[in-house]
């Protein structure tokens, strides 16, 4: 649904190459950078390809297509929920209820400490990453817990990620399948 938004689509190398030159210059993959490691090894790096992503989703309006869909579902008689691995937040900037809406695989509009010192997940409306894109770095300073002052991350399950805290789309999914049962009745 996001590019036709605009928004690059990050399959194959070539696509995410040309949104991110600096990254074929370093060699680096959509799955190399992807992953929950940069916060801990880079930090400048990984806020570097998040920030820019953040800042750039919320740039983009969605497009006519949102509206289409959303006033369809919301002509069904038991209404819509909306199933979506992208993590850019599009759909609830179109107008869809934020409770009907399951992202799989987390928001960039959230957050989470990298030091796990608490399960919250903190949401990141007022988040401003700046991003030198010539050199790929996040300029200082980056997010930080407000619990313990390390470095945060997005709230998005990544590629080999085994510190992503699900909590907040496993009350989604407990939503989505709630008004599945209220489907069958």
Not at 28 to 47: C, G, I, M, V, Y
Not at 49 to 64: A, C, I, Q, W
Not at 77 to 84: A, L, P, V
Not at 124 to 130: P, T, Y
Request: proline residues 5%; aromatic residues 12%.
């Amino acid at each position: 649904m996001g590019v036709d938004s605009g928004l690059p689509d990050f399959r194959g190398r070539e696509g995410f190459w040309k949104a991110y030159p600096v990254a074929e210059k370093l060699g680096l993959s959509f799955q190399e950078l992807a992953n929950p490691r940069w916060f801990h090894a880079d930090p400048e790096l990984a806020w570097a390809f998040y920030g820019h992503r953040l800042n750039l989703y919320r740039k983009t309006s969605p497009h006519e297509g949102f509206t289409l869909l959303k006033n369809f579902g919301e002509r069904l008689k038991k209404g819509y929920f909306i199933f979506t691995s992208n993590v850019d937040g599009q759909f609830q900037r179109a107008g869809f209820d934020p409770q009907r809406v399951v992202e799989c695989h987390g928001s960039i509009h959230h957050s989470q400490c990298t030091k796990r010192c608490c399960r919250e997940i903190f949401d990141e409306k007022s988040l401003q990453v700046d991003v030198d894109l010539e050199h790929f770095k996040a300029i200082a300073p980056l997010p930080v817990c407000p619990r313990c002052n390390s470095t945060l991350r997005p709230n998005i399950l990544m590629f080999g990620d085994g510190e992503w805290i699900s909590d907040r789309t496993e009350a989604q999914e407990e939503r989505l399948n709630h008004w599945i049962e209220m489907l069958r009745m």
